[in-house]
T-cell receptor, first 111, second 114 residues
Framework: GNSVTQMEGPVTLSEEAFLTINCTYTATGYPSLFWYVQYPGEGLQLLLKATKADDKGSNKGFEATYRKETTSFHLEKGSVQVSDSAVYFCALTAAGNKLTFGGGTRVLVKP | EAQVTQNPRYLITVTGKKLTVTCSQNMNHEYMSWYRQDPGLGLRQIYYSMNVEVTDKGDVPEGYKVSRKEKRNFPLILESPSPNQTSLYFC?????????????FGPGTRLTVL
């Protein structure tokens, strides 16, 4: 079956530091890849997505590139802010709308 | 405002007492789904619905029921809750089925079963 593996947290950073969250996947066919973000006390919001190999998704300074050869979709941001503190989920859909999620990575940015 | 709403947001109950968590979306979406979120496991799909009167099991359907009588509503029913159903539940909707579509999530319902 399909699966998503992402680095465990928590990840603690200082403001303006570089953030990377690793995500790798296993899927049949040609999945679409997503990063969702969950701010404290809220539901999940789509952060960015990529639907085919070599696509780069970007939003709010975050980027992730769909790497089929390494089955990866790592999330990066060059300079984090306190407001980026949240839980980040890597996910995929490979057939229909069913989302398969990774375990989530909590990020804490300190001033 | 386009949104997915869930009620209640917080619920504490006892083993065996039937409960319903409501979910409603105002975006005329065809696809709706329920997930549960547990630490370290991410979100796992419980049930989904591709349209009115069409529902199907997800990865963890045991102990849950759903119905889709109207397009906008997709309630989650726990006929006889047990402590292992203590979790954070999310309802989500999407305009249509297919790979690559964004899903819109509700704010979550935190359920505790004693």
């Amino acid at each position: 079956g399909n699966s998503v593996t992402q680095m465990e947290g928590p990840v603690t950073l200082s403001e303006e530091a570089f953030l990377t969250i690793n995500c790798t996947y296993t899927a049949t066919g040609y999945p679409s890849l997503f990063w969702y973000v969950q701010y404290p006390g809220e539901g999940l919001q789509l952060l960015l997505k990529a639907t085919k190999a070599d696509d780069k998704g970007s939003n709010k300074g975050f980027e992730a590139t769909y790497r089929k050869e390494t089955t990866s979709f790592h999330l990066e941001k060059g300079s984090v802010q306190v407001s980026d503190s949240a839980v980040y989920f890597c996910a995929l859909t490979a057939a229909g709308n069913k989302l398969t999620f990774g375990g989530g990575t909590r990020v804490l940015v300190k001033p | 405002e386009a949104q997915v709403t869930q009620n209640p947001r917080y619920l504490i109950t006892v083993t065996g007492k039937k409960l319903t968590v409501t979910c409603s979306q105002n975006m005329n979406h065809e696809y709706m789904s329920w997930y549960r979120q547990d630490p370290g496991l991410g979100l796992r799909q419980i049930y989904y619905s591709m349209n009115v009167e069409v529902t199907d099991k997800g990865d963890v359907p045991e102990g849950y029921k759903v119905s889709r009588k109207e397009k906008r509503n997709f309630p989650l029913i726990l006929e006889s809750p047990s402590p292992n159903q203590t979790s954070l539940y999310f309802c989500a909707s999407s305009p249509w089925t297919g790979v690559g579509n964004e899903q819109f999530f509700g704010p979550g319902t935190r359920l505790t079963v004693l």
